[in-house]
């Protein structure tokens, strides 16, 4: 399969979001939680999202995954609870939008760093992934996640 890669330079880009360890098995429950939690947040303060919700992933360690969810915002809010106001920072990005099943993202994965390697950019450690809708919305085969390496 081919995948279409876009380097680009962004702005940083505010987010609410919730940092935490955990295994692969139980990452889908922990997104649910904290997109949950931030949403329920937004409501409170009449905010909505600027942008898809994503996870970011600091490591690739199966059992304790380091990774931070949440969603971008317009604006700087206020931390509360676990919820943190952050930022996703400004730089260059190689990003690549896949259709297709969760399971199957190893391809485009891989296809990035291959094309990173070849063209010299060498990636941070952190990859996020903005999900543009969910299992609960489409079938497998529809689902969109932005990849991106900073």
């Known amino acids: 399969m081919s995948y279409e890669f876009q ?13 935490t360890t955990t295994s692969v098995g139980s990452l889908p429950q922990e997104i649910g939680k904290a997109y949950g939690e931030i949403m329920r947040y937004l409501q409170e303060l009449g905010e909505a999202p600027a942008d898809a919700p994503y996870v970011a992933y600091y490591n690739m360690d199966m059992e304790n995954l380091d990774v931070e ?3 971008p915002v317009a ?8 919820i943190q106001y952050n930022e996703i920072p400004a730089g260059k990005q190689v990003s690549c939008m896949y259709k297709g099943s969760y399971k ?5 994965y891989d296809a990035m760093n291959q094309w990173m390697t070849e063209k010299g950019y060498v990636p941070t450690g952190i990859v996020y992934e903005f999900y543009y809708n969910s299992p609960g919305e489409v079938p497998e085969s529809e689902l969109l996640t932005k990849i991106v390496f900073r």
Do not use: W
Not at 75 to 82: D, I, V
Not at 104 to 108: F, I, R, S, V
């Open 7 to 19: 380097l680009s330079e962004v702005k940083a880009q505010p987010v609410l979001s919730i940092r």
């Open 69 to 71: 969810m949440g969603f």
């Open 75 to 82: 604006k700087k809010l206020s931390a509360k609870n676990s």
């Open 104 to 108: 199957d993202l190893a391809g485009p």
